[in-house]
């Protein structure tokens, strides 16, 4: 058995990173300044984007987009239950209701056919969350946007480098959330941004995400004369800082290296663990390309012998760091008592949801450490 524990989702932090963070602590400028705004130019420009609005979460993100929207009381959102609880917490923080739909067994993403099912005369907007690095099918989510004039938010918290018959994950809609958080494919500690297609939604993100101060507040302290500002609106404190963008700016340089890293891990489990009686991710979507952000198993224990949570402890006992992506949103009280959500009404989500492990993805899992993870799997199910 290895040594050390295998900490799940520990990012690659590397000499650069560091030093980039020195100078900017030397600097005497860590707060929102010139780091933040190089880091949204970099991250819109590997978009593909036109406007990139950085916050300290795809939390933020989400809700921001959603009140950018004009999206509020009385109004639905349409999401899937098979995600973080951000996802939803920021719909209900907006003041609007969430609507789920259930997944595609296979892709475990968001199935357009229960979208469809779920359309109302309240519904303004479509949460698909990219699971795991997997574009959801946009084709027939864009398509339905379009027919109900929906606003499509993208949270695309696994997804930086996903894509879609040619377009980026995060450019389908009016918004794309991404999220930096410290296990996610690039990190900047806690750290958030919004891609939007449109000007006035990106100067409103801004707005937002300052106290609802108007724009010229962010450079209030610089050596361009002190600037008066003007609250327009209860805004947010949701900035990103320059501490935080330093590494976001090196990593962000390294955010192809850092996937293909995945993708070779990735083709590893799947040929490693091909022979157990778990089930492995479905075959990545022709045109498409996934983010690898999670690796899933299923534990059935009817196939295996052994539940899912009698793995996880055998996995951390072999020194192994695993999670579990998720619960599906409906298993929570909270929902359950506001909602009246119950998990059999989105019967695919609870079995993912009920048998689902990720194991270690991050680009930093040196070989010897992709080799212990296969054993620990191997002895866990035996
Ligand atoms: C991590 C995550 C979030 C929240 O991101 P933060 O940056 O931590 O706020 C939202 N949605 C999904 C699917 C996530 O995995």
């Not at 819109?44 to 984007?49: F, T, V």
């Amino acid at each position: 058995m290895r040594e050390e524990f295998l900490v799940f989702g520990s990012p690659r932090i590397e000499e650069d990173e560091i030093d980039e963070v020195v100078s900017c602590l030397r600097s005497g400028w860590i707060g929102t300044g010139p780091r933040v705004a190089a880091f949204e130019r970099l991250f819109a420009k590997y978009k593909g984007a036109e406007h990139a609005v950085a916050v300290n979460s795809c939390t933020a993100a989400l809700h921001l987009s959603i009140l950018a929207a004009d999206i509020g009381p009385g109004d639905e959102v349409i999401t899937t239950p098979m995600t973080f609880c951000a996802s939803v917490n920021a719909i209900i923080h907006a003041g609007a209701t969430p609507v789920l739909a259930d997944v595609d067994p296979l892709t475990m993403n968001i199935d357009p056919a229960r979208i469809a099912e779920k359309i109302t005369s309240k519904t303004k907007a479509i949460l698909p969350v990219h699971f795991a690095g997997r574009c959801c099918d946009m084709d027939p989510i864009c398509a339905l946007a379009q027919k109900h004039n929906l606003t499509i938010i993208e949270d695309c918290a696994h997804a930086i480098e996903t894509e879609y018959k040619g377009r980026k994950a995060g450019c389908f809609g009016d918004f794309g959330c991404f999220s930096f958080y410290v296990t996610k494919n690039i990190i900047t500690g806690e750290g958030g941004l919004i891609v939007a297609k449109y000007p006035k939604h990106a100067a409103r993100l801004k707005v937002l995400a300052l106290h609802g101060m108007s724009s010229d507040a962010w450079k209030r302290f610089g050596d361009e004369g002190y600037k008066h500002y003007l609250v327009t609106e209860a805004g947010f404190k949701y900035n990103m800082m320059d501490l935080q963008a330093a590494l976001g700016l090196k990593q962000m340089a390294k955010v192809e290296a850092y996937w293909k890293r995945r993708a070779e891990i990735w083709q590893h489990y799947l040929t490693a663990l091909n022979d157990l009686p778990v089930t492995l991710p479905a075959p990545v979507e022709p045109l498409t390309r996934h983010g690898y952000h999670l690796f899933t198993l299923l534990v059935d224990k009817e196939r295996t012998g052994v539940s899912r949570d009698e793995f996880l402890g055998r996995m951390t006992q072999a020194k192994i760091g695993v999670g579990v992506h998720y619960l599906s949103v409906p298993e929570h009280p909270y929902y359950q008592e506001r909602f009246g959500w119950n998990p059999d009404d989105y019967p695919h989500a609870r079995d993912i949801g009920r048998q689902t492990v990720s194991l270690p993805m991050s680009a930093k899992l040196r070989d010897q450490d992709v080799e212990d993870v296969i054993r620990a799997v191997r002895q866990s199910l035996a």
